[in-house]
């Protein structure tokens, strides 16, 4: 079922083990526990088995609600559903606008400035993961590299990874972006998404490494609402429910 952190899954493609990611110091992330994927409409009986048998028994969506109005597929009964709209496009268009006119939002480029704008939208999804029931908690979004990646730097970063080990895992969803959209019947959208980076004057590496590298994951949960028990879940990737 699982190679390292990559999860085999019919109907996946950038589906993985958030455990195993180096921490500041020494060891890695508590495995088994909270994962990452793009959206799991395509999932079907054979897929949710090897979920299941991964341990997943939460999944918290992180796309609209119109995105998620289109989705065609059926979930299992065992499977709990948390849905938390990270966007905020509806909320916070001023925010939004010059992002969607210049088509930077399928870079990380945005992502420091969505986390310092809009910090009750990533504070919700940690929530979320923190708040699931027991059982391991899937989180995606559509490709699971934009907002999934949002979700997944505060996360690790407050459990204390260390920063490559972030970096590192942000571009695992790169190196599969081209397969995933092929999968859809897509164009791979890697050369126009580093074009706009480059247009910036950075590459996709470079643009997420400056996040990390920016991120005061102090202020951040200051800002975020979350109180102590949740900051516990997340720190020890939810061990009291393992």
Not at 75 to 88: A, S
Not at 146 to 156: F, N, P, S
């Amino acid at each position: 079922m699982s190679d390292g952190r990559t999860l085999h899954v019919d109907g996946l493609h950038n589906a993985r083990d958030l455990g195993g990611v180096p921490l500041r110091g020494g060891g890695t992330t508590p495995r088994w526990r909270v994962f990452r994927s793009e959206s799991v409409d395509r999932v079907r009986a054979d897929g949710w088995r090897s979920l299941h048998a991964a341990g997943v028994r939460t999944v918290v969506d992180l796309r609209a609600p119109a995105e998620r109005a289109a989705d065609t597929g059926t979930r299992p009964g065992w499977l709990t559903t948390i849905e938390v709209d990270h966007d905020g496009r509806d909320d916070a268009p001023a925010f939004w606008e010059p992002y969607w006119e210049t088509g930077l939002v399928c870079t990380p480029l945005y992502y420091g400035a969505h986390l310092a704008a809009l910090p009750e939208r990533t504070a919700a999804a940690l929530a979320a993961i923190a708040d699931a029931p027991p059982g391991g908690v899937l989180l995606h979004c559509a490709a699971g590299r934009d907002r999934t990646g949002i979700v997944a730097l505060a996360l690790l970063s407050i459990a204390g990874a260390a920063p490559e080990g972030i970096v590192d895992d942000y571009l695992l969803s790169v190196e599969t972006a081209p397969a995933l959209a092929g999968s859809r019947g897509a164009p791979d959208p890697e050369h126009r998404i580093e074009a706009l980076c480059a247009a910036h004057g950075t590459t996709v590496e470079g643009a997420f490494r400056a996040v990390v590298d920016g991120f005061d994951v102090d202020r951040f949960v200051e800002r975020s609402g979350l109180d102590a028990d949740r900051l516990e879940a997340l720190r020890s990737f939810r061990a009291h429910l393992a």
